[in-house]
């Protein structure tokens, strides 16, 4: 895949996982704004970031993060170099090899017709645990039905698989992920995205509508009982709502998502029985 060394400079706006590459350099590489690119620091030191911006740069070889963003490097300062990379997924990497290496993986269930459901996870392997293996059983409690599945892993060596390979679910461009790009026009009739976050509880969330969810909610607590962790649905407006158009899971339904946020309790103690319970939800509707 194309690359080129740029030098990384300061951008002042943005989140720690975005940057801004001079347009030129950003063809150059085949890639545009929203997509997302590799930036290599050093062979130990590369994280995923998404393009926000593509202003006139001089020289036009700069590559601009935020001082979060460079702390994912562990850069200690501005400037320093990097290669920008359009390649975002090991291409050839088992997920055996992908994690011994430190990399991100793309996987992909699917018989090229299916339109019921989805499910997905992009933010597998190591960056929130547990989360692929919920979408992939989904999928295996479905298989009779020929569900979907579509799902990212990520590990680190040593830690910190979340700061390298995060992406947020909102920024998730399908030119960057070839796999994706294969089912993102399916227009599926559901879609429900696993992830994980710090809280103690599950929260549901997504573009669907709030009976989904209340259904979505009441067959994970039935499946939980006695394991005291809350299932409560999103407040509309908050951070973790997932209702975005945007949002990759509602992208792939037509705005008929679901989100599930997940403590890390819940996801490695109760993992298997919360697919279980979101599968059957589904099991009818499909």
Not at 13 to 27: I, W, Y
Not at 38 to 56: D, G, S
Not at 119 to 136: C, F, K, R, S, V
Request: contains cysteine; neutral net charge.
């Amino acid at each position: 895949m194309p690359t080129y060394t740029a030098s990384v400079q300061k951008r002042t706006t943005g989140t720690k996982e975005h940057c801004s590459v001079d347009p030129q350099k950003l063809a150059a590489i085949g890639c545009a704004v929203g997509h997302q690119v590799r930036i290599r620091r050093t062979a130990n030191e590369y994280a995923l970031y998404t393009v926000k911006q593509a202003p006139q740069e001089n020289p036009e070889n700069i590559v601009r993060v935020t001082d979060a963003g460079r702390s994912r490097l562990a850069a200690t300062s501005f400037p320093f170099n990097a290669t920008v990379d359009s390649q975002v997924v090991h291409p050839t990497f088992t997920d055996a090899q992908a994690e011994a290496n430190s990399e991100f993986v793309e996987r992909l269930t699917d018989n090229n017709t299916h339109v019921g459901l989805v499910a997905i996870a992009p933010h597998g392997g190591m960056i929130e645990e547990g989360t692929d293996l919920q979408a992939q059983r989904v999928a295996a409690v479905l298989a009779a039905k020929g569900v979907s599945c579509w799902r990212c892993k990520g590990w680190k060596q040593g830690g910190g698989a979340l700061e390298r390979w995060h992406i947020t679910s909102t920024d998730i461009h399908e030119a960057s992920f070839p796999l994706l790009g294969k089912i993102i026009h399916r227009e599926f009739s559901y879609a429900v995205a696993f992830h994980g976050f710090s809280q103690s509880k599950i929260l549901i969330g997504g573009g669907a509508s709030l009976a989904l969810k209340q259904e979505i909610q009441q067959a994970i607590q039935n499946a939980i009982v006695g394991s005291g962790i809350n299932v409560e649905i999103a407040t509309s407006g908050s951070e973790f709502d997932g209702d975005d158009p945007n949002n990759i899971v509602n992208r792939l339904a037509n705005g008929n998502g679901i989100q599930i946020e997940q403590s890390k309790v819940a996801r490695i103690s109760y993992g298997q029985q919360i697919a279980d319970a979101v599968a059957s939800v589904y099991s009818s509707k499909i």
